[in-house]
């Protein structure tokens, strides 16, 4: 069963940046895809970037230019580092991977509170 730990969220003014992480264990993580996802109150979870094994990255229109997910696979953990945030970027955000994002296991999530 894979695991899942995210850290680093918090409360930010508008304009700020935070670095989130995501530990995992029980995968093969060097083969595996990686996402970033957040959900906002009253909304559905969406995903925001993606990172493939060999590095290349997609990122959600609305984060794109202002995040950069990255991947140590010697540490099996995945980066998110956001900058110049706004308000409508407060969400829950977790990290996942496809398959088991579809079986339905998630991590507790980490808290990130932009202020205007």
């Known amino acids: 069963q894979v695991q899942l730990v995210e850290s680093g969220g918090g409360l930010v003014q508008a304009g700020g940046s935070l670095r989130l992480s995501c530990a995992t264990s029980?995968?093969?993580?060097?083969?595996?895809?990686m996402g970033w996802y957040r959900q906002a109150p009253g909304k559905e979870r969406e995903l925001v970037a993606a990172?493939?094994?060999?590095?290349?990255?997609n990122y959600a229109d609305s984060v794109k230019g202002r995040f950069t997910i990255s991947r140590d696979n010697a540490k099996s953990t995945v980066y998110l580092q956001m900058n110049s945030l706004k308000p409508e970027d407060t969400a829950v955000y977790y990290c996942?991977?496809?398959?088991?994002?579809?079986?339905?296991?998630w991590g507790q999530g980490t808290q990130v509170t932009v202020s205007s």
């Open positions: 996942n991977d496809p398959v088991s994002a579809r079986k339905g296991v």
């Open positions: 990172i493939i094994p060999g590095g290349a990255t």
């Open positions: 029980g995968s093969i993580f060097r083969f595996n895809v």
